[in-house]
């Protein structure tokens, strides 16, 4: 079975500041992982995915995350936190085969001016 | 840019009512999948569909969900008889199988 857990449901940062938002998994097979960012109301936009390359990924809107699998986590950066950055991030892990993503419950981030 | 569609965008229904969900997923995609996000919550996977058959569900997709996908471009989530609890946001995505998964923007259901 697969899971996600997030730590942390609110982050709240100054602009400017470093964002980290942490993400922990647990799998049996090897995974595949994700980050997603969700404004309010409206849908997912993937952010990065780790496929079983590079360990570090980069993604959109200066983010990146590296893979652990040592430490089995996901963390998800930013070196400067900009105000549009502030939504809900959420950690996913699928299996090779995906069919099934699973959901962490998500880090509400906030940037402060 | 290609995207998933859903309509309608808020479906407000009385309990024991039956509810359609509608997705046209990315035209090349092959897999499709629904999910849903009560208020408040995570995204919760609910079930992925491919070749016309159900790859794999959750606990929560009981007897009361089905999907289908009628014609060669939509792809639907019936819930047969509502209760306050499926109260919730409903995504629709699609993908090519471990490339990158496009949702839609959400349906948001309302059982009253």
């Known amino acids: 079975a697969q899971s996600v857990t997030q730590l942390g449901s609110h982050v709240s940062v100054s602009e400017g500041a470093l964002v980290l938002l942490r993400c922990n998994y647990s799998?049996?097979?090897?995974?595949?992982l994700f980050w997603y960012v969700q404004y309010p109301n409206q849908g997912l936009q993937l952010l990065l995915k780790?496929?079983?390359?590079?360990?570090l990924v980069k993604g959109i809107n200066g983010f990146e995350a590296e893979f652990k699998k040592s430490e089995t986590s996901f963390h998800l950066t930013k070196p400067s936190a900009h105000m549009s950055d502030a939504a809900e991030y959420f950690c996913?892990?699928?299996?090779?085969?995906?069919?099934?993503?699973?959901f962490g419950a998500g880090t509400r981030l906030f940037v402060k001016a | 840019e290609p995207e998933v569609t859903q309509t309608p965008s808020h479906q407000v229904t009385q309990m024991g009512q039956e509810v359609i969900l509608r997705c046209v997923p990315i035209?090349?995609?092959?897999?499709f999948y629904w999910y849903r996000q009560i208020l408040g919550q995570k995204v919760e996977f609910l079930v992925s569909?491919?070749?016309?058959?159900?790859?794999?569900k959750s606990e929560i997709f009981d007897d009361q969900f089905s999907v289908e996908r009628p014609d060669g471009s939509n792809f639907t989530l019936k819930i047969r008889s509502t209760k306050l609890e499926d109260s919730a946001m409903y995504f629709c995505a699609s993908d090519n199988l471990l490339d990158t998964q496009y949702f839609g923007p959400g349906t948001r259901l309302t059982v009253l």
């Open positions: 996913a892990v699928s299996d090779l085969r995906g069919f099934k993503t699973i």
């Open positions: 569909f491919y070749n016309n058959e159900i790859s794999e």
């Open positions: 035209s090349n995609h092959l897999y």
């Open positions: 799998s049996s097979v090897p995974p595949y």
């Open positions: 780790y496929t079983s390359a590079a360990t």
